[in-house]
């Protein structure tokens, strides 16, 4: 039974003694390109279950998203007010609750970038594939 998913047995491909060793290159070359082709389609794949999963969530939280806008400018508005009520000039009342509000967006998108990571959006399933058929592929070479 082969060890590898797609075929290749390192264990005989490297001790084939009756083929020449330009047969056994082209043999390695056409393994390895089919191996690659194979990982692509893994790829496609994997990106493509990770697209669909993702565009499946994006309508609710463009929905979500609007209304806590909507629902932001009004405490804004109210916090507006509250600073005029206990006597603060409405000029000075929009400038502070602009400023608090500039600083707190600022610390919040700072965060969110801190922990977006390009790691998480690699298709992982085919990075391990790949690393284990570069160490097929330099068993076979040897």
Same mark, same amino acid.
């Given at each position: 039974?082969?060890?590898?998913?797609?075929? +290749?047995?390192?264990? $005989?491909?490297? $001790?084939?003694?009756?083929?020449?060793? #330009?047969?056994?290159?082209?043999?390695?070359? &056409?393994? !390895?390109? %089919?191996?690659?082709?194979? =990982?692509?389609?893994? /790829?496609?794949? =994997?990106?493509?279950?990770?697209?669909? $999963?993702? %565009?499946?969530? !994006?309508? #609710?939280?463009? /929905? &979500? /998203? *609007?209304?806590?806008? &909507?629902? @932001?400018?009004? @405490? @804004?508005? /109210?916090?507006?007010?509250?600073?005029?009520?206990? *006597?603060? #000039? +409405? &000029?000075?009342?929009?400038?502070?609750?602009? !400023?608090?509000?500039?600083?707190? *967006?600022?610390? @919040? !998108?700072?965060? *969110?970038?801190?922990?977006?990571?390009?790691?998480?959006?690699? #298709?992982?399933?085919?990075? =391990?594939?790949?690393?284990?058929?570069?160490? +097929?592929?330099? =068993?076979?070479?040897?």
């Amino acid at each position: 039974m082969s060890s590898d998913p797609y075929g +290749v047995d390192p264990r $005989h491909a490297a $001790h084939d003694t009756g083929r020449s060793v #330009p047969e056994l290159f082209t043999t390695v070359i &056409g393994q !390895i390109s %089919t191996l690659f082709r194979q =990982e692509v389609k893994l /790829a496609r794949a =994997e990106v493509g279950e990770k697209i669909s $999963h993702a %565009t499946g969530a !994006i309508t #609710p939280l463009g /929905a &979500g /998203a *609007g209304m806590l806008l &909507g629902t @932001l400018i009004l @405490l @804004l508005f /109210a916090l507006v007010s509250l600073l005029v009520h206990f *006597g603060v #000039p +409405v &000029g000075w009342s929009q400038l502070i609750v602009a !400023i608090v509000a500039a600083v707190i *967006g600022y610390a @919040l !998108i700072r965060s *969110g970038i801190s922990r977006l990571n390009t790691t998480n959006l690699m #298709p992982q399933r085919t990075a =391990e594939q790949l690393s284990r058929d570069a160490q +097929v592929a330099k =068993e076979q070479v040897r």
